[in-house]
């Protein structure tokens, strides 16, 4: 099994920047994909962004394109989102998920979550 553990969410206003760390333990060695997930109360959860270990490709949503980054240390196993010019829209509990070996879209394991919250 996997844990995922996120963290470096919080409150911060319009324009504003977070970076969000997802730290792996467990059985990381043979992680194929992480990807960064969010949830806005009464919506559906949305794909965001996921990240490559084997070759370091980056998928993004359109809605964050060009404002977020998404990248991985596989030496500390820790999948990260920098995000900049923050919206109203993007407040959220984010979570990260691993994908199923040699997938890049079946998604197994899943964090709690970090709430971000960006004020207008």
């Known amino acids: 099994q996997v844990q995922l553990v996120e963290s470096g969410g919080g409150l911060v206003q319009s324009g504003g920047s977070l970076r969000l760390s997802c730290a792996a333990s467990?059985?990381?060695?043979?992680?194929?994909?992480m990807g960064w997930f969010r949830q806005a109360p009464g919506k559906d959860r949305e794909f965001v962004a996921s990240?490559?270990?084997?070759?370091?490709?980056?998928y993004y949503a359109d809605s964050v394109k060009g404002r977020f980054t998404c990248s991985g240390d596989n030496a500390k196993s820790t999948l990260y989102l920098q995000m900049n010019s923050l919206k109203p829209e993007d407040t959220a509990v984010y979570y990260c998920?691993?994908?199923?070996?040699?997938?890049?879209?079946?998604?197994?394991?899943w964090g709690q979550g970090t709430q971000v919250t960006v004020s207008s």
């Open positions: 990240f490559n270990w084997g070759d370091g490709n980056t």
């Open positions: 998920a691993t994908t199923k070996a040699g997938s890049d879209y079946e998604y197994d394991y």
């Open positions: 467990g059985r990381t060695f043979n992680m194929y994909a």
